[in-house]
């Protein structure tokens, strides 16, 4: 994966231009904006990233592999996944910045599938 396409992701999700179906719903490209994946809920950035059943195992499963690897526990508010940590001197921050660039842009194109966090 380049670091370009992560750059790009986080800069469409910092300015609001992920294309999500209540976006084309909105500009009458398509009928529905339903998530595709559960069916129950409006499809945005948000629910993708934050709301949709199968993320909150994802992310737990992500915040076991940070505390394995760096031996903090941590659990961030949905503010701090979304948006990325805020506190640049903070221990491991550009680490847990890039961890987290790269969680949110695999679960975005992996869909339904499970990512593994290979455990040390």
């Known amino acids: 994966m380049k ?4 750059i790009m992701f986080e800069f469409k999700i910092n300015h609001n231009i992920i294309y999500t ?3 084309l719903k909105r ?15 409006q499809h945005t950035i948000q629910h993708t990233l934050l709301k949709w059943s199968h993320v909150a195992l994802f992310w737990n499963e992500s915040f ?9 526990n941590i659990q961030l508010p949905d503010s701090t996944i979304f948006d ?12 847990l910045s890039l961890a987290l660039l790269v969680a949110k842009y ?6 339904e599938q499970s990512l593994l966090f290979e455990k040390t």
Do not use: M
């Not at 990325?84 to 680490?95: A, Q």
């Open 64 to 72: 076991d592999w940070w505390s394995q690897v760096t031996s903090e």
């Open 106 to 111: 695999l679960k975005c194109n992996l869909n």
């Open 21 to 23: 179906k209540d976006k």
């Open 84 to 95: 990325g940590p805020t506190n640049p001197l903070k221990r491991h921050h550009f680490t």
């Open 27 to 41: 500009a009458n490209i398509i009928a529905d904006d339903l998530c595709y994946l559960c069916k129950s809920e």
């Open 3 to 6: 670091i370009t396409k992560l």
